[in-house]
């Protein structure tokens, strides 16, 4: 282990001892990897953003709030580098993990998840929804040599253009994962998000009719949400395709101009959750998920990032991720549904989705 790996391990260890929260993450396409954390006082919980638009610190938003999950805001009371890190080394003890929120993951097999994606499939046909975003946990036991530091710079290295994440809250237990996936930035004197959906594994392969009318629900979701919030109309960038990891997906870039970032706590909150995690009508969805679902989403396809820091906002959606339990790692997958899916290939886009983290979990 490096001096600057054994630093942020010191410190790691020291945080969850004493239970208080942290973020480690590297924003994408940067090197620097940054340090966050709250140092003294209980868990912060929040009920809305605007509790803290001006404070800096590290926002981690679930999917839903809901008792098993609620906003986490951690102040930074420490912001710095992994070098930079001291008062940290004398700690020896290893914490114990624990996986904080839920008893036990439904491990998802392929013929359950299949019949979740006929029965919304059917439901989108009798016309009740446009689209479904279907989730499932697949769950394995932890390597004996796993190590969360170790494996969040192995995902920086693995996923350059990705925000890599490593979370702790007591109440939230640890994640990590590489997302791809940006829900709202403000800098340079404005907002900027992107609309993301339609996946494919091979970059010749032409786009379907299916990812296509996908892509086109959430971008239009998307303005629609930014224009009710600030009163004018963003502007859209034309429909290209971008590269997260080993997968491609359709992509708009939709920005608007704003003087200060103010705005920040509300667009996050009218944006969340988009069509690309939920469906269409959202709410509709939100309930449909709720319902079938066999596993809670708690943090998965919720948000998180630094805020207020540097004068930026960045907020990504928490996707390609996994809850880290004492004995199981449970990673989260995701497919938008709609008239047009296939079951055969919903699956396999869960499973393309998952090797994000399993390849560099096994070194594949």
Known sequence: MSKVSGKLQAFFNHQIHHQLPFAIYRLPAKKQVFVLAQLYGAEKKIKTLTTVKKESGFVFAPFQNTQKSSTIFIPAHLHTTPSKLSGFESTTHTPTISEGIIDKYVSVQKTDFKKLVQSIVTHINQK??????????????????????????????AYSNAFVSLVYAPSAGIWMGATPEVLLQYGRDKFTTYSLAG???KAKTTWGEKEIQEQKFVTASIVKSLQKVAGKTPHLSPTRTIRAGNLFHLSNTVTLRASTPDLWPQLAEQLHPTPAVAGLPVDNAINYIAQHEPNPR????GFMGPVNIQSQINLYVNLRCMHIGSKQLNLYSGCGVTALSDSDAEWMETENKLDTLLKVLFNA
């Open 298 to 301: 708690l943090y998965y396809s």
């Open 199 to 201: 996946t494919k594994t």
């Open 128 to 157: 009740q929804y446009s689209k479904i975003v279907a989730a499932r946990v697949k769950q394995i036991r932890k390597p004996t040599s796993f190590n969360p530091v170790a494996f969040f710079y192995q995902l920086c290295e």
